[in-house]
Nanobody, 115 residues
Framework: QVQVAESGGGLVQPGGSLRLSCAAS????????MNWYRQAPGKQRDVVAT???????TFVDSVKGRFTISRDNAKNTAYLQMNNLKPEDTAIYYC?????????WGQGTQVTVSS
């Protein structure tokens, strides 16, 4: 009984900020890598940011300096702080929890950046 659920999406103006949350249950959260992906209409699903169990973070070039990924193991929750949002950031954002051959996905949350 594994559950992964994103929240925090919405409509923002260019230059604005959003913080996405990903709550996971049914897994030993602290040993899982937590990843954020996004998928725009007509595009493939691409990784945006990752954070390992040790707290090492990586980002796709297009969001470096604007996005921050973090995790709170006591709350079994990962976060994606998105600043200086651009229209090209518009997508459905998905949370993924991964440990070796085990991988779990959330349902996605819509982020729309538009004036």
């Amino acid at each position: 009984q594994v559950q992964v659920a994103e929240s925090g999406g919405g409509l923002v103006q260019p230059g604005g900020s959003l913080r996405l949350s990903c709550a996971a249950s049914g897994i030993p959260f602290s040993i899982y890598a937590m990843n954020w992906y996004r998928q725009a209409p007509g595009k493939q699903r691409d990784v945006v940011a990752t954070i390992t169990s040790a707290g090492m973070a990586t980002f796709v070039d297009s969001v470096k300096g604007r996005f921050t990924i973090s995790r709170d193991n006591a709350k079994n929750t990962a976060y994606l702080q998105m600043n200086n949002l651009k229209p090209e950031d518009t997508a459905i954002y998905y949370c993924n929890a991964n440990f070796h051959l085990k991988s779990y996905w959330g349902q996605g949350t819509q982020v729309t950046v538009s004036s």
